[in-house]
């Protein structure tokens, strides 16, 4: 029996000169973004000056974490306690978290076939007299159709903020994710497109949000030391009326994202190398669904999702357990029993009584997900196909012999 013997969870080194200018400044001493020697930029502020032109941005705050960075946005784009927040039902445990730190009140939309938000039923809510801010995840990676999004969006006046914890590098029709919103979030934490243990970022054009951003995340009166903010005029009043948030990102992890940063877009290509070879392989197997993926949609694919739409509960508890046992651990989103993360809205369940929302329970009952890191090669991503093949082979006889080509 062919067993798969490499580890899902394992990331590529930090590139050497990302190592070497950490050493540095470690020795430097100076490891706080606003303690810079002689006026010289830190590397957190240069840092937040090249992820703005990377995504074509006008600001950027460089923070804590990806969560941080949701939080402080909804606080930035004027949240108050009891706003509810649009948000997909489909999501990982940090948005309805953030969410609820920034004392908003979720109202989850369903989910579509392709894992994406359903827009049909995002119109529906976002029509709602009180629903004016959104927070949409492109959970996964998968982007919904944006242009139709915004569209909505713009037609009932709801601001979006944007969670690219999975589209780092990832565009709709050319335009980078996270710059149609009106902020978009990043993450940086390890099991994300760039690894600096935590991390995040929060990308605007807009002066007031990114001002309120910059104080939020305890920037100390010190607002005038970032490189991608807007003009030192717009603190004048914010300044006074904002709290300080404590939530800064530090020179050390500047210094290992800035040559990552230089390496993204190459990295993504590899991603999508693996993440081709996987999904041509795996379109063979029948028991298996694959989301349509609209040629508008530049995604960075880091992991993989499918379905197995025709079994049962049962059926796929053996699946997994085989898939395990093979050295293939696959996540199930429709699993009673969350292990490992929370992307259910009924584990959540400091938000009361869960909503009633078939079509996303529908969707997750069946729907898996495997990560694809760059530690494995092509030849690795064919070895996990022909293991998920047999298994459903095993388990479900779904081809005569002989019929199958791959
Ligand atoms: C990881 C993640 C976040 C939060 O990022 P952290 O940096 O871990 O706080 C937010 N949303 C999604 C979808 C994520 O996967």
Redo the contacts with the bound molecule.
């Keep these: 029996m062919t067993t798969f013997n490499k580890s899902f969870t394992q990331q590529e080194a930090i590139p050497e000169a990302g190592i070497e200018r950490a050493v540095e400044v470690m020795r430097s001493g100076r490891l706080h973004r606003y303690n810079s020697a002689a006026g010289e930029p830190t590397e957190t502020e240069l840092l937040e000056k090249e992820f703005a032109d990377y995504q074509g941005s006008r600001y950027c705050l460089a923070c804590?974490?990806?969560?941080?960075?949701?939080h402080v946005a909804m606080r930035a784009v004027g949240v108050k306690a009891g706003d509810k927040i649009l948000c997909n039902a489909f999501?990982?445990a940090?948005?309805p978290g953030?969410i609820h730190n920034a004392g908003g009140l979720p109202v989850f939309v369903e989910t579509t076939d392709d894992f994406t938000i359903d827009l049909d039923d995002l119109e529906r809510k976002a029509a709602a007299d009180d629903v004016h801010y959104l927070l949409l995840?492109?959970?996964?990676g998968h982007l919904a159709d944006m242009d139709r999004l915004m569209a909505i969006c713009d037609r009932h006046d709801v601001i979006v903020i944007e969670?690219c914890?999975?589209t780092m590098g990832a565009s709709w029709n050319g335009k980078k994710s996270g710059s149609f919103g009106r902020v978009g979030?990043f993450?940086?934490?390890t099991?994300?497109h760039m690894n600096s243990g935590?991390?995040?970022f929060l990308t605007t054009d807009d002066d007031e949000v990114m001002a309120r951003a910059i104080i939020y995340s305890g920037s100390y009166m010190l607002y005038e030391r970032h490189l991608a903010a807007p003009p030192k005029e717009t603190f004048a009043r914010i300044r006074f009326e904002t709290p300080n948030y404590s939530g800064r990102m530090d020179n050390l992890r500047a210094a290992i994202l800035r040559p990552q940063l230089a390496d993204l877009d190459t990295q993504c290509r590899r991603w999508n190398d693996l993440y081709r070879v996987t999904e041509a392989g795996l379109k063979q197997i029948p028991c298996l669904r694959l989301p349509e993926r609209p040629e508008a949609e530049q995604f960075v694919a880091s992991s993989i999702q499918f379905s197995l739409p025709n079994q049962s509960e049962a059926d796929i508890h053996r699946f997994i357990e085989r898939c395990e046992a093979r050295g293939v651990p696959l996540k199930w989103f429709g699993d009673a029993d969350p292990k490992g993360y929370t992307?259910r809205f009924d584990s959540w369940q400091y938000l009361g009584e869960p909503p009633s929302l078939p079509q996303t329970e529908r969707v997750l009952a069946t729907m898996c997900d495997m990560r694809l890191p760059l530690t494995f090669d092509e030849a690795d991503c064919r070895l996990i196909v022909r293991i998920i093949a047999e298994v459903c082979d095993e388990l479900f006889l779904s081809a005569a012999p002989g019929e199958r080509t791959n």
């Design positions: 804590a974490s990806g969560g941080y960075a949701l999501t990982l940090p948005v953030a995840s492109h959970m996964r969670d914890a999975h979030c993450s940086t934490q099991y994300k935590e991390g995040g992307s």
